[in-house]
Structure formats: structure tokens, C-alpha cells
Nanobody
């Protein structure tokens, strides 16, 4: 059974930082591109970032470029998202997802497996 479990969310003031983690089990983690999406109340789920299976290639949404970094540790089956200079508009539930066969995709439909999400709230 494939599981993706996010952690590290919470409440932070604007300008602060958080690091999200996503630990995978039940799949060959190192074979998958893995990424982060987020969904704010009343809005559609949107792409945040993705990293290739070997960590060489990364993509970011324009809204987070320069503030967020993505990394992975294949030995630990874990994906990370370092979020700096957080803004109230970053408030959302953050989901990690795993994709195989589509490279580093920004499309949610390209992802085979999803976590349950972790809440990030940024206060102004």
C-alpha cells in the first residue's frame, strides 16, 4: 500500500519560515518525480514545486520562486519543501504527490499518488 505522509505544517507569522516533509512508503521512491501542490479555501489545487527522481531538475510556481526550495533524500524516502519569507497568501493545505512516467510535471493529473495534506497558515 502506497502512503505519502506530510508533516511540518503549522501557524507562522508573515516573513517566517517552515519546512515541510513528506515520507513515502510502499513505492520505489527514487523512481518517482515528487512534488508539492496546495489548496486554499475556495480555490482549486495549484502546483507549487516538483523535483525529478534524481534531484537534478526542479520547477517552481512563479508565486514561490525565490522563496521556496525543494529537495529530496532518496535514502530516507523523503521529500522536503523549505518555505521562506512566507506570505498570508501562502496559507493553504499542502499536499505531496508522486509521479512516474511524466517527468517533472506541473499538472495534477500526472501524479499517481497523493498524501493527505498538511495545513500551513500564515498570519499577517
Amino acid at each position: 500500500q502506497v502512503q505519502l505522509v506530510e508533516s511540518g505544517g503549522g501557524l507562522v507569522q508573515a516573513g517566517g519560515s517552515l519546512r515541510l516533509s513528506c515520507t513515502a512508503s510502499g513505492l520505489a521512491f527514487s523512481s518517482y518525480a515528487v512534488g508539492w501542490f496546495r489548496q486554499a479555501p475556495g480555490k482549486e489545487r495549484e502546483f507549487v514545486s516538483v523535483i525529478s527522481w534524481n534531484g537534478v531538475s526542479t520547477l517552481f510556481a512563479d508565486s514561490v520562486t525565490g522563496r521556496f526550495t525543494i529537495s529530496r533524500d532518496n535514502a530516507k524516502n523523503t521529500l522536503y519543501l523549505q518555505m521562506n519569507i512566507l506570505k498570508p497568501e501562502d496559507t493553504a493545505v499542502y499536499y505531496c504527490a508522486a509521479s512516474i512516467g511524466y517527468g517533472t510535471s506541473k499538472l495534477a493529473a500526472s501524479y499517481n499518488y497523493w498524501g493527505q495534506g498538511t495545513q500551513v497558515t500564515v498570519s499577517s
